[in-house]
């Protein structure tokens, strides 16, 4: 057996574990007494599953001014993260960096 293959049965157990404990109503510790796994092990994993489930790709959408840019500057966009960060990003900045800024603001605790 591979160590891909046990990594993906292994993601497989911890994500059903997961999903059942969700729907049991029980306390953590009680879940993992219950189905006889490590309730240390139960918490780092589905804190590990919880993070993935929240990551997620940032991507671009088209928007378009009704205002004259040759009349009116832009002074850009400014962001406000659900966890009091505002970031300002000059009107210059290129695609990457806009990218770059928000994929890291995203891996902030909110």
């Not at 009091?84 to 990218?99: D, M, Y």
Request: aromatic residues 8%; glycine residues 6%; proline residues 3%.
């Amino acid at each position: 057996m591979s160590s891909e293959t046990t990594t993906e049965q292994t993601e497989d157990f911890w994500v059903n574990h997961s999903r059942t404990w969700r729907s049991s109503g029980l306390k953590q510790a009680e879940y993992c007494e219950q189905a006889g796994i490590s309730y240390q092990r139960f918490i780092y994993q589905h804190h590990r599953i919880l993070t993935k489930e929240r990551r997620t790709d940032v991507n671009f959408i088209q928007v378009k001014s009704e205002r004259n840019s040759a009349t009116a500057p832009s002074a850009g966009i400014q962001l406000m993260l659900p966890n009091g960060v505002r970031v300002g990003i000059a009107n210059e900045s290129s695609p990457e960096l806009l990218k770059t800024v928000l994929t890291i603001a995203c891996g902030l605790a909110c």
